[in-house]
């Protein structure tokens, strides 16, 4: 296998054969989204591992939140961003584009969020994505205030507090592990 063929640097092969649910799932990505996402095939030389990864994700990006997936896809990419993390910058890049039918917002928000046409319930929801990010310890009671003074309940700064801490988790492992961002991510929702 070489380095291309792998989804990150690191010689760990995917379990094979793949347990009947993985493969299950590794074949509805494939059909939904046109391919396996490299994180996906990252994790899959421990099933266990990959199972705890997906549920993690699947309760924080899709399960039920005032949060939009919009938004939760553009904490993504602010931590991301920040972080410098290559795989997930391209990856929910892709999917801001998708989400949000604009290219112009994915490239804005990957390269400074701050461009972007964003209303203040969204600034004020990346500007405490940004704090939790670089620095977590300095996080007051008055971070928290902006969120409610725009409409965030505290279920909501609960969620957006963490998606972000997830996505810095998972940058630092993506970059770590030289993980490799799925082509078919630079060309989608253009």
């Not at 549920?55 to 939140?65: F, K, P």
């Amino acid at each position: 296998m070489t380095r291309s063929d792998r989804p990150t640097a690191l010689d760990l092969p995917m379990v094979d054969p793949l347990p009947d649910a993985t493969q299950k799932y590794f074949d509805i990505c494939q059909n939904k989204l046109g391919m396996i996402p490299n994180v996906l095939k990252a994790h899959a030389f421990d099933i266990e591992k990959l199972n705890t990864f997906t549920a993690l994700y699947n309760d924080l990006m899709l399960a039920d939140s005032a949060l939009s997936k919009l938004e939760r896809e553009m904490i993504a990419v602010v931590v991301s961003s920040i972080n410098r993390c290559w795989y997930c910058q391209v990856a929910h890049g892709a999917a801001v584009r998708q989400l949000s039918g604009d290219p112009a917002l994915g490239e804005a928000m990957v390269m400074n969020w701050r461009v972007a046409q964003l209303d203040a319930r969204q600034t004020a929801m990346l500007e405490f994505t940004e704090k939790v990010t670089t620095q977590s310890a300095k996080v007051v009671e008055a971070d928290r205030a902006a969120l409610r003074d725009v409409g965030f309940s505290d279920r909501d700064i609960w969620d957006i507090a963490n998606v972000t801490g997830f996505f810095n988790m998972s940058n630092r492992v993506a970059s770590a592990t030289g993980m490799e961002p799925n082509p078919e991510y630079h060309g989608s929702a253009r």
